[in-house]
C-alpha cells in the first residue's frame, strides 16, 4: 500500500520555465512532509519541508504548497536551471515519529 | 557538515554469500536507517534504530538484520544473499525530533548478487 505516491515517474521543463512537482498521501496522520532530491550516484539530500499547520514554504527558488484537505502537496522550482535535473522524492512523517515514507519520484529533466 | 559515509559505492556478491555493509556518521545524531532504492518504487524502509543496540523493523525487514554496537555506525547484514536483494542501498541519520526531521544521506552502496 503506497501511503505517498507520486504519480508522474519523470517531467521535461524548458529552461527558466516552471517546473512543478505532484504527490499525494492517504495517511491523515501525516503532519510534516519533505523534498528531497537526488543525483545519480548520490545519496539524495534535503531540499524543502512544509508542517501541516501551513499551507506554503519559501526557500529562494523553491516553493512548497500543501493541500490537506486535497491530501496534495506540490514544490514549485521558478526559474527552472540545468543544475534542477535530477530525481525529486517527496516524504511524509507522522505525529513526531522520525521515520519517514517516501514516494516513488518523479525525474525532472530540463532543457536548456 | 554533517556527514554519512557507507563503506563501498559498488559491490558485487553470489546467491547465499553473507553481505556486510557499514555506515558511519559524525554528527553524533540518535537515529539512523537504512533503505533500499529500486526503479518505479523510491526508497523503502528496511529497519531503523533510536539507540545503541536498539532496532525496529522497517517496510521490507525479510531477509535483513542490522546491528549498532556504537551510536556512530549501523551495519545492514545480508544473511544470505539472493539476486532479488540487487539493489542500491542508502544509510541516513537524523537527530531527535526537536531538531526537525531531515535525514541526512549517505551516497549509496550499488550491490549485485549474482
Known amino acids: 500500500d503506497q501511503q505517498v505516491k507520486q504519480n508522474s515517474p519523470s517531467l521535461s521543463v524548458q529552461e527558466g520555465r516552471i517546473s512543478i512537482l505532484n504527490c499525494d498521501y492517504t495517511?491523515?496522520?501525516?503532519?510534516?512532509f519533505l523534498w528531497y532530491k537526488k543525483y545519480p550516484a548520490e545519496g539524495p539530500t534535503f531540499l524543502i519541508s512544509?508542517?501541516?499547520?501551513?499551507d506554503k514554504n519559501e526557500d529562494g527558488r523553491f516553493t512548497v504548497f500543501l493541500n490537506k484537505s486535497a491530501k496534495h502537496l506540490s514544490l514549485h522550482i521558478v526559474p527552472s536551471q540545468p543544475g534542477d535535473s535530477a530525481v525529486y522524492f517527496c516524504?511524509?512523517?507522522?505525529?513526531?515519529?522520525?521515520?519517514?515514507?517516501f514516494g516513488t519520484g518523479t525525474r525532472l529533466t530540463i532543457i536548456p | 557538515d554533517v556527514k554519512v559515509t557507507q563503506s563501498s559505492r559498488y559491490l558485487v556478491k553470489r546467491t547465499g554469500e553473507k553481505v556486510f555493509l557499514e555506515c558511519v556518521q559524525d554528527?553524533?545524531?540518535?537515529?539512523m536507517f537504512w533503505y533500499r532504492q529500486d526503479p518505479g518504487l523510491g526508497l523503502r524502509l528496511i529497519y531503523f534504530?533510536?539507540?545503541?543496540?536498539?532496532?525496529e523493523k522497517g517496510d521490507i525487514p525479510e531477509g535483513y538484520s542490522v546491528s549498532r554496537e556504537k551510536k556512530e555506525r549501523f551495519s545492514l547484514i545480508l544473511e544470505s544473499a539472493s539476486t532479488n536483494q540487487t539493489s542500491m542501498y542508502l544509510c541516513?541519520?537524523?537527530?531527535?525530533?526537536?531538531?526537525?526531521?531531515?535525514?541526512?544521506f549517505g551516497p549509496g552502496t550499488r550491490l549485485t548478487v549474482t
Open positions: 541516513a541519520s537524523t537527530p531527535t525530533p526537536d531538531r526537525g526531521y531531515e535525514q541526512y
Open positions: 495517511n491523515s496522520m501525516f503532519d510534516y
Open positions: 512544509i508542517s501541516s499547520i501551513k
Open positions: 516524504a511524509a512523517s507522522a505525529g513526531g515519529n522520525e521515520k519517514l515514507t
Open positions: 554528527m553524533d545524531h540518535e537515529n
Open positions: 534504530s533510536y539507540d545503541v543496540k536498539m532496532k
